[in-house]
């Protein structure tokens, strides 16, 4: 049987001589704080199973969490984002929000509501990845939450992420059970690579025809049991705590992403770095995503394609053929068409897109 130790408090100090006596008495061990136990801790990085892996830390030393919001003409949903952040439980928070030359006031109403947040107010609009990446300058937490002015957290998820990142040291970045306003899981919550095979799955509608299918369902995971903890390749930019260690060694978004896909690329660095990236269903958050107008929307169709070829380019295109890099750039844009006559045939049609 392995020995085990005594609790804390039954622990005594036994001193054998008499000037360890005379010690003691004229420098007395300085009393301890109250400590609480956060059970889970990897001590050991094999993760060996059966180890005690209890860890006691200090009340008052829990780490900080940064929320990191990047905003562009969002002024309410931004105010309820941040309502939502600031109510967590039993964890300290601060929040960094980067204006993207808004004109609907978002900067002043959150300086007016929210004084203690950090507000930088930008001239013109940067980019998602290029506006964060001026945010994370002024971020002071050990954790840093990616949060789209667009999600409400519940008051239990940033703590329950942040205790995730403290058991495991190995993990970069650990995403919430992101769903939609009706409950239904948000598809970009957990995702694979988009490697050459899972953007031809998707372009022919296989991922849609099987998507619990461990192939043609594999961007999306939907062959893995959204309940369950487990390790994801991606999450989304949407609501992410990231381990602000891992990112400074790894560096932070590729400004040549203006708009999606930055998220994508910087996990893929994580896992390049040695990270791991989870998925953590007991943390929950609302995405409520809000309406377009027609030419955000015709933008932001943009964007996602060319990003898709930007991160293909960066990290897959070396091993691939030209002929096969023809045909990955052949699927991208000629999607981005297809996508963009559909949307118009609807708009014309007097449907929503």
């Given at each position: 049987m392995p020995a085990t130790r005594p609790p804390m408090n039954s622990v005594r100090f036994c001193r054998t001589n008499r000037l360890s006596r005379i010690w003691a008495r004229?420098?007395?061990?300085?009393?301890?704080?109250?400590?609480?136990?956060?059970?889970?801790?990897?001590?050991?990085?094999?993760?060996?199973?059966?180890?005690?892996?209890?860890?006691?830390?200090?009340?008052?030393?829990?780490?900080?969490?940064?929320?990191?919001?990047?905003?562009?003409?969002?002024?309410?949903?931004?105010?309820?984002?941040?309502?939502?952040?600031?109510?967590?439980?039993?964890?300290?928070?601060?929040?960094?929000?980067?204006?993207?030359?808004?004109t609907d006031g978002s900067g002043a109403a959150v300086t007016a509501e929210f004084p203690k947040a950090t507000v930088l107010l930008e001239s013109k609009n940067l980019g998602y990845g290029r506006a964060a990446n001026v945010g994370l300058e002024r971020c002071k937490g050990r954790f840093v939450l990616l949060l789209n002015p667009d999600v409400t957290v519940d008051p239990q998820a940033v703590g329950r992420l942040s205790d995730f990142l403290l058991t495991r040291p190995d993990a970069g970045a650990v995403g919430p059970r992101l769903q939609m306003a009706d409950g239904t899981l948000d598809p970009t919550a957990r995702r694979a690579?988009?490697?050459?095979?899972?953007?031809?799955?998707?372009?022919?509608?296989?991922?849609?025809?099987?998507?619990?299918?461990?192939?043609?369902?594999?961007?999306?995971?939907?062959?893995?049991?959204?309940?369950?903890?487990?390790?994801?390749?991606?999450?989304?930019?949407?609501?992410?705590?990231?381990r602000r260690t891992a990112i400074d060694r790894i560096g932070f978004f590729d400004p040549r992403y203006f708009m999606f896909g930055e998220d994508i690329d910087l996990?893929?660095?994580?896992?390049?770095?040695?990270?791991?990236?989870?998925?953590?269903?007991?943390?929950?958050?609302?995405?409520?995503?809000?309406?377009?107008?027609?030419?955000?929307?015709?933008?932001?169709?943009?964007?996602?394609?060319?990003a898709m070829w930007t991160y293909h380019f960066k990290h897959h295109a070396q091993g691939v053929s030209a002929f096969g890099n023809g045909l990955v750039w052949a699927q991208i844009?000629?999607?981005?068409?297809?996508?963009?006559?559909?949307?118009?045939?609807?708009?014309?049609?007097?449907?929503?897109?």
């Open positions: 004229r420098w007395p061990r300085p009393s301890r704080a109250p400590v609480s136990t956060v059970p889970g801790i990897l001590l050991d990085p094999s993760g060996a199973s059966g180890a005690d892996n209890s860890f006691a830390m200090p009340e008052q030393s829990k780490p900080m969490v940064t929320a990191l919001i990047v905003s562009r003409n969002t002024k309410e949903l931004l105010l309820q984002s941040l309502r939502a952040f600031y109510a967590t439980a039993d964890v300290p928070v601060e929040a960094v929000v980067v204006d993207n030359a808004s690579f988009p490697v050459p095979s899972t953007l031809f799955y998707s372009t022919v509608g296989l991922n849609r025809l099987f998507p619990r299918s461990p192939r043609f369902g594999r961007y999306n995971m939907g062959h893995v049991d959204a309940s369950d903890v487990h390790e994801m390749d991606a999450g989304t930019a949407d609501c992410l705590m990231l996990c893929y660095r994580l896992k390049l770095g040695g990270w791991k990236v989870f998925y953590l269903p007991s943390a929950s958050a609302i995405h409520h995503k809000r309406a377009a107008t027609t030419k955000a929307q015709r933008e932001a169709l943009y964007q996602r394609h060319r844009w000629g999607r981005w068409v297809a996508a963009s006559v559909r949307d118009s045939v609807m708009k014309s049609n007097g449907k929503p897109s």
